[in-house]
């Protein structure tokens, strides 16, 4: 007897709900497991391709690329020339077959990420889903940071504390643990002040100051400086959005950086900018001196491994020499065995300027749409959202200008899920505006 078609599952639906799944599953676990992150990204991404499949069949023999086009987003466009100039830079590699290997398997998979999240999250109640799993693990990871440091050895990933009492939670360095710090701390704050009644009962808006309490301790106790001036600069730009943030982004601040940097040169005898904390720096001199001075003395000698990142750069500086090939290029040269510690200057060194500059114009296009996606929003607790998903993912990318960040696999897929819930609550105010 055959089956009723109404009683079969509907397969795009069953895709929607397995990505809100997986979308979920990759929040929580994200600062948990490096292959938890892979497998529950993969599983996102497969069921991307599944609904996409069964909606091609469905409306056949309509145009194949109609079928297989993307939800629309702001970034559509920058992203599909990023892409572009990627895949150009992979062919021109030097590495042609590490290069390609990393755009299938590395570029792709955050870019696919992206269009699957703003593909199935069209809801606020998705939205709220997702947002409530990634705090509630960011609780839990900060409650074992906390752990760590009192105890010596945090519960999830069994890591001892270092000698100099550097915390990272389940992470494995304080210094990644620290760029996740700054990214839920974007994320949460503004969400404290929402103005949702229906969201922003009392007990949850103590429950949200209790967690950026503990993301703040966890943050000054990773000693992290790259974090510490992530942090500052995000919030500076929450500054921007309004009177009332000015007021909460200065007090966090404040806070933050009384009870902090006396630790830092307590823990690891540095100041916030310097290596040595007893140098002092002569105004009377030029600017370019001064700068140099500080980079100089600072950093842990970053300023060696950006000079390394600008002589590749200088080697290959249309393209680049190809993704995934800065440390064999290194080896070519005979160079120290380090990366440039700095996203932008290795993405450069890999894909040329071309590339970096088709990343920072796709930065740009994102900034601005979401500044004004605030600025005309109606819905309180999503423009709260918006604010949070946009100082985030400028945290990490001003943490980025000291780290390699955007090269790591949990805190690069962190970056993208930071823009496309930004892009995902923007799609659902209706708000796009084009370039």
């Known amino acids: 007897m055959m089956m009723n078609a109404t009683k079969c599952p509907d397969i795009a639906r069953c895709c929607d709900r397995g990505m809100v799944f997986a979308f979920c599953a990759l929040a929580f676990c994200l600062p948990i497991s490096i292959a938890l992150t892979d497998s529950f990204a993969g599983l996102a991404i497969f069921l991307y391709f599944v609904k996409r499949i069964h909606r091609l069949a469905g409306a056949w023999p309509a145009p194949i690329l109609k079928g ?40 792709l998979k955050v870019i696919f990420l992206y269009f699957s ?68 701390l974007g994320l949460a704050t503004p969400l404290v002040f929402a103005g949702d009644a229906k969201r922003k009962s009392s007990l949850l808006r103590l429950g949200l100051a209790v967690l950026l309490a503990m993301l703040m301790f966890c943050l000054t106790w990773t ?51 310097k290596d040595n904390p007893a140098a002092t720096v002569d105004l009377r001199q030029p600017l370019i001196k001064i700068v140099d001075g500080v980079l100089s003395e600072g950093g842990s000698g ?17 393209l680049g020499s190809g993704l995934n090939t800065y440390t064999r290029m290194l080896k070519k040269f005979s160079l120290p065995y380090w990366y440039a510690h700095n996203s932008y200057l290795q993405m450069a060194a890999e894909t040329g300027w071309t590339g970096l500059a088709c990343f920072l114009w796709m930065l740009f296009v994102f900034m601005r749409n979401g ?21 985030g993912a400028f945290a990490i ?30 799609n659902l105010n209706n708000k796009i505006v084009d370039l």
Not at 226 to 249: D, E, L
Not at 373 to 390: F, I, S, T, Y
Not at 412 to 418: N, P, T
């Open 68 to 107: 297989l086009a993307p939800a629309k987003s702001v970034l559509n466009g920058p992203i599909a020339v990023l892409a572009a100039v990627t895949f150009i830079s992979a062919l021109h590699s030097q590495f042609v077959g590490l290069s390609l290997f990393a755009f299938v398997g590395k570029f």
């Open 397 to 426: 990318l001003a943490n980025s200008f000291f780290e390699n960040s955007l090269f790591e696999v949990q805190l690069v897929v962190l970056f993208w899920l930071m823009v496309a819930l930004t892009a995902a609550v923007m």
């Open 117 to 184: 999240f703003i593909e199935v999250f069209t809801s606020k109640k998705r939205i709220v889903i997702f947002v409530s799993v990634f705090l509630g693990s960011a609780f839990l990871i900060s409650l074992d940071g906390i752990i760590q440091h009192f105890c010596g050895l945090d519960l999830l990933a069994g890591h001892r504390l270092p000698p100099d009492g550097r915390v990272s939670s389940s992470m494995k360095m304080a210094n990644s643990f620290g760029v996740y710090l700054i990214a839920v």
């Open 302 to 318: 970053r300023i060696h491994f950006w000079q390394t990142a600008v002589f590749l750069i200088e080697k290959h500086p249309v």
């Open 371 to 391: 500044i004004g996606a605030v600025k005309r929003g109606h819905d309180p607790w999503l423009n709260a959202v918006l604010m949070g998903g946009m100082t």
């Open 223 to 273: 000693f992290s400086r790259a974090s510490w001036v992530g942090f500052m600069a995000a919030m500076v730009f929450m500054m921007f959005f309004g009177w009332r943030k000015i007021f909460v982004s200065a007090l966090l601040l404040a806070v933050f950086l009384v009870f902090s940097l006396p630790l830092l040169k307590t823990m690891r005898d540095v100041s916030l900018f």
